[in-house]
């Protein structure tokens, strides 16, 4: 028989303004099986919590049930004291008499009458609660990160500095991402090159780093603590072991203009390159589509000049398999293009701009490359189509930002601070010339933000003028530029030499087929999605998974390696224990029942449901039946719901314990 | 091949009177074609610009109840005029979202709306119901050489959720349609602008100066003649041509067409049934020069 006690709480007067209380305990007290009920001002206080754990000993209490607020606010709290007390806590049950009762009525008599049946359906539902010891899983304390950016080398090096191996994986030929590419960094204008590389640097000389470039992620498997993951490592056709990086190789190849990417298209490499001089590794790569070698079977020329022998025409695909405890995915993002969208594409092109058909409009990266010292130009800002100095510049923000007419209403976050750094180095390099911002709104919170965007008008001469453009056309050698002055009312054309456009962050192409095989969800732009968007900000709803910089939503760097540093820090959270305890509130199948359709594995969210074979003594098989791995089930319960043959239940929710609470009404 | 395609017809106002040889040119380039046309019934004025800057019932009502004729015969509606074809979607747009709205018409013009027939430009039906397959096997005569700037105005794609006809920034039907038919169309910059519409009678200046662009634009992308698919667009380009390179000192000379009068000549069909001696800019001597006459 059991006995079990129920605390009922006033939740100073949010619960008794429409709850009688103290009715409500009087009631249930007299409901089978309850052997002590009682009402309290703040049962999650430190006294409320004593009252409970003194009860449990003096009134040898079986059960509890807390008749409070929401689970999600304070079970754990019950449960800790419950345990304290001597109990095993899954033993004790929340009854939400608060958001579900007296939040939301307002007639005291109903709202009693419907607290009642609340607790009562708790009652019937915690006699059925079976005891449950903690789940504890191992931790394989390495860690995989994903993304070689400036989010991903900080949360390599943060782990890799506290003494844990990590495995960075790059799918570039170089780490370095999109940081690598700027010229200058707001709000400081300190050269964006000279604070990466070192770090960059430090990455490849860690002994607790493995760097993986020019790799992608084929395949992750397992759960939190205990993941394998399947790197590919794309064939290089250099060795990196061998190569020392003198670069003849890429000196000696005939084929020299292909455009690099690395540049925007605007400086030329050849077949065998490295992206960029401070790559690392700083090992060329042999870019097959382009080689003459590969494409014709002649030539040979960097195999013959190079004198430790690394380039190697046979290499091949690898897979490597790595096991980790924790995953890192800091994959970045990709600029936003005006040219014309797939057809039933969610996002549009920008038409009425050409797109992109007119060479001297182009986008704010492909200007970092115009004005970093170690760019195409050699920081000279000239025209992509004649070589030209523009004497007026025009500066267009939000483009594909905050545009939902075509398809994306978030803000970038970085575009305001951008462009005025851009008017500023336009301004510090060409000192005749003018620059114009259109702009919907300057959007600068941020440590010296505000500052640096007033400096742009107040000191370095930007002309801002408050409008959209609603159309660009080439005229002779200009380009004109059709806008709106919204704060003087009156129309705006300029004849520009040059546009730049502030396009939008969007998430790296391909970035839902990872996260697919990642097994963590994305919003509709496919950004990745944090567990809980202010309190577990860098977590993924899929434990051990975590998110760092732009993969997550638009970034700047500051906030990128804060949110890294978070990631990591998360991450050596997990390898603080050499085993990891986790709630046992999971699925289990009763093997007996299970006829093995599998529907459960197809719709468990969390890829927790495995085969397993029964086997007699012989060794003959009987059947296949599935398996919840404990450690990875999420507790969810779609797979009871799912199960025709009703053999796989959750833990406290039983279809039993269900029908009991039904009853009970 | 599809059944035969029927239409009723709204020819409009404008082409019963300035633009009567758009008219004509429709009415013998759907004959070519086989595509039946039958004018709805006593149909009257849409109310164009006018009414609905006055009155929003009588400008609904006017569409509503030219809607509610053309329903008694068979087909889709087919409208010529961009500025009709803009006041028939957009009553068909508001009556079909509110139900207050279509029940103060309906009381109004004295006769219950089905309103589930379509509305459709003759350049949706050329380019899309007979398609431009069909439309390039119908070709006799391709008017290969022939540089042609495609000239949308304001009203073909605008509003994008009340028309539908194509992208509303980068339009190409007109385009695919000449294609069809063996032109050569030019990329130019002004193809979606104004030309001041019917400011022409009360603001000449205004539209003389939008106008002038409009050419300055076709010109210098090297066209031949600018096409177009709307009366009004017709007249301002067309008829006050002249006045423009008199104000501003220049010689455009372009002809200005409508879009059947071109898919008509590369169909085969005579220059009198397509009414090109009713143009103000002479297009004769382009369309000898190429040969297509």
Redesign the interface.
């Known amino acids: 028989m059991s006995r079990i006690g129920v605390f009922v709480c006033h939740c100073g007067e949010n619960i008794s303004r429409t709850v009688d209380v103290e009715r409500v305990a009087a009631q249930v007290g007299k409901m089978p099986g309850v052997a002590f009920a009682t009402d309290y001002k703040y049962m999650c206080s430190d006294p409320g919590q004593t009252l409970l754990k003194k009860t449990i000993q003096e009134q040898k209490l079986s059960h509890v049930v807390v008749a409070a607020c929401s689970p999600r606010m304070h079970e754990k709290t019950f449960r800790k004291a419950v345990e304290a007390a001597g109990l095993n806590p899954y033993l004790c049950e929340m009854a939400n008499i608060r958001e579900h009762c007296s939040w939301v009525h307002e007639d005291k008599q109903e709202a009693t009458a419907k607290a009642i049946e609340i607790v009562g359906m708790l009652v019937e539902r915690v006699k059925k609660n079976r005891v449950l010891p903690t789940i504890t899983v191992p931790v394989t304390k390495r860690s995989l990160v994903i993304g070689g950016g400036i989010a991903g080398i900080q949360a390599a090096l943060d782990i890799a500095d506290c003494g844990h191996e990590v495995i960075l994986v790059e799918r570039e030929p170089s780490i370095g991402g999109h940081m690598a590419q700027l010229s200058e960094t707001f709000p400081t204008l300190d050269c964006s090159q000279c604070i990466m590389t070192p770090k960059m640097v430090d990455v490849a000389n860690h002994p607790k780093i493995t760097l993986y470039s020019y790799s992608e992620i084929e395949q992750v498997d397992g759960y939190i603590g205990n993941f394998q993951v399947t790197i590919r490592r794309k064939a290089r056709s250099v060795d990196e072991d061998k190569c020392t990086g003198c670069g003849i190789c890429m000196e000696k190849c005939p084929v020299k203009k292909i455009p690099n990417k690395f540049d925007c298209n605007l400086g030329m490499r050849p077949a065998i390159y490295v992206p960029f001089p401070q790559a690392v590794p700083n090992t060329p790569v042999i870019d097959r589509d382009n080689c003459i070698k590969f494409k014709t079977g002649k030539c040979g020329l960097c195999q013959k000049v190079c004198g430790p022998g690394a380039v190697d025409y046979e290499q091949e695909d690898r897979l490597v398999v790595e096991p980790v405890g924790a995953i890192v995915v800091a994959t970045g993002f990709d600029l936003y293009t005006i040219d014309?969208k797939p057809k039933g594409s969610m996002i549009k092109?920008?038409?009425?701009f050409g797109?992109g058909?007119i060479p001297d409009v182009i986008d704010g990266m492909t200007f970092e490359r115009l004005a970093s010292a170690s760019g195409p130009t050699g920081g000279k800002i000239l025209r992509p189509s004649d070589g030209k100095e523009p004497k007026q510049i025009v500066f267009i923000q939000c483009i594909g930002s905050r545009a939902r007419e075509k398809g994306i209403s978030y803000c970038s976050k970085v575009c305001c601070m951008y462009t005025a750094k851009h008017t500023m180095l336009y301004h510090h390099k060409v000192h005749d010339g003018q620059a114009y911002v259109f702009f919907m709104d300057a959007r600068t919170p941020g440590k010296a933000y505000d500052e640096f965007w007033r400096r742009s008008i107040e000191e370095e001469e930007a002309v801002y003028i408050r409008g959209m453009v609603s159309?660009l056309?080439?005229?002779g050698d200009k380009i004109?530029v059709m806008g709106s002055d919204i704060a003087v009312g009156v129309q705006v054309e300029i004849e520009a030499d040059m546009v730049v456009l502030a396009t939008a962050i969007q998430p790296r192409t391909g970035a839902d087929s990872l996260a697919q095989k990642l097994g963590i969800s994305y919003d509709k732009y496919n950004f990745y999605s944090e567990a809980h968007a202010k309190l577990r900000p860098v977590e993924c709803a899929t434990a051990g998974i975590y998110l760092a910089g732009a993969c997550q939503g638009p970034k700047d760097i500051p906030d990128t390696v804060s949110q890294a540093s978070a990631a990591a820090a998360k991450v050596m959270t997990l390898f603080a224990k050499d085993k990891l305890e986790r709630e046992p509130i999971v699925a289990r199948v009763k093997e007996a029942g299970c006829v093995g359709c599998f529907a459960c594995k197809k719709v468990c969210a969390y890829g927790a449901v495995e085969e397993k074979e029964i086997r007699d003594r012989q060794g003959n098989l009987i059947k296949v039946v599935a398996y919840v791995n404990p450690g990875v089930c999420g507790g969810c319960g779609t797979c009871q719901a799912t199960c025709p043959s009703k053999s796989v239940e959750l833990d406290g929710y039983t279809d039993e314990q269900i029908v009991a609470m039904i009853e009970a009404l | 091949m599809k059944d035969k395609l029927n239409y009723s017809y709204y020819p409009g106002c404008s082409l019963h009177a300035s633009a009567g040889e758009y008219d004509l040119s429709t009415r013998e380039l759907f004959k070519q074609l086989s595509i039946g046309l039958t004018e709805v019934p006593d149909w009257f004025c849409c109310g164009a610009t006018p009414a609905h800057n006055v009155d929003e019932l009588l400008s609904l009502s006017l569409c509503a109840k030219n809607l509610e004729l053309a329903e008694q015969v068979e087909g889709d509606l087919a409208v010529a005029c961009a500025a009709c074809f803009s006041r028939l979607k957009t009553t068909q747009h508001v009556l079909a979202e509110s139900d207050v709205k279509r029940k103060q018409v309906e009381k109004a013009i004295d006769a219950p709306l089905k309103l589930d027939g379509k509305v459709k430009h003759l350049l949706e039906i050329l380019a899309r119901d007979l398609g431009l397959e069909r439309l390039a096997a119908s070709v006799k005569k391709p008017l290969a050489g022939l540089k042609v700037a495609c000239y949308y105005g304001c009203l073909l794609t605008r509003p994008p959720d009340v028309t539908n006809l194509d992208c509303v920034e980068a339009p190409t039907i007109m385009e695919d349609v000449l294609k069809a038919v063996g032109a050569e169309t030019v990329a130019w910059s002004h193809r979606m602008e104004c030309c001041g519409a019917n400011f022409t009678l009360s603001r000449p200046g205004v539209v003389i100066q939008l106008t002038n662009a409009i050419l300055e634009s076709a010109k210098e992308a090297g066209a031949d003649c600018v096409m177009v698919a709307c009366p009004l667009c017709h007249g301002n380009l067309d008829i006050r041509q002249k006045e423009i390179e008199g104000v501003y000192s220049v010689n455009y000379g372009l002809p200005v067409f409508y879009i059947t009068q071109l898919v008509g000549l590369a169909c085969g069909l005579s220059a009198d049934k397509l009414g090109l001696g009713a143009l103000i800019v002479n297009p004769m001597p382009l369309l000898k020069e190429k040969q297509l006459l």
């Not at chain 1, 092109?349 to 009425?352: L, M």
């Open positions: 014309e092109g920008y038409g009425e797109h058909k159309r056309y080439q005229k004109v």
